[in-house]
């Protein structure tokens, strides 16, 4: 998988093929976990596997910017619980990066798959 040419050409792609709202949120995440699973798969390059990690985040900062507005329509206690888990993933990214390990990433694969299931249910 080639690399967005912007930050947020991921999110870009997603909004060409169509696709809106829950869909749309939940293909984000299923492509970042995708591509994190990829990066994780042996050989392990580190590039290929800092640059899914780079992304992942990116898409984790915009559910932070999202459910920070004032205006969000989720319920606070909803809202609070994802930026505990965003917390959490901006953690674990760190690790991630720094050992340079897959087992350090592969959580976060998870937490992605299971968001975009959320979203589609």
């Known amino acids: 998988m080639r690399p967005p040419a912007s930050p947020y050409g991921a999110y870009e792609r997603m909004q060409a ?4 709202g829950r869909a ?3 293909m984000a995440f299923v492509r ?10 042996s050989p392990v390059s580190r590039a290929i596997l ?3 990690l780079k992304r ?11 459910v920070t507005a004032p205006d969000h329509p989720l319920p ?7 930026l ?20 350090d ?7 992605d798959r299971e968001i975009a299931a959320g979203l589609m249910a």
């Open 50 to 52: 800092d640059n899914a």
């Open 56 to 66: 992942n985040q990116k898409l984790w900062t915009l559910v932070q910017i999202e």
């Open 76 to 82: 606070a206690p909803i809202r609070a619980n994802l």
């Open 105 to 111: 990433a592969r959580c976060l694969i998870e937490i």
């Open 17 to 20: 093929t169509g696709l809106k």
């Open 32 to 41: 970042a976990a995708n591509a994190l699973e990829a990066a994780c798969r």
């Open 84 to 103: 505990d888990l965003s917390r959490f993933v901006d953690h674990q990214t760190i690790k991630a990066l720094s050992s340079g390990r897959p087992d």
């Open 24 to 26: 749309g949120e939940a």
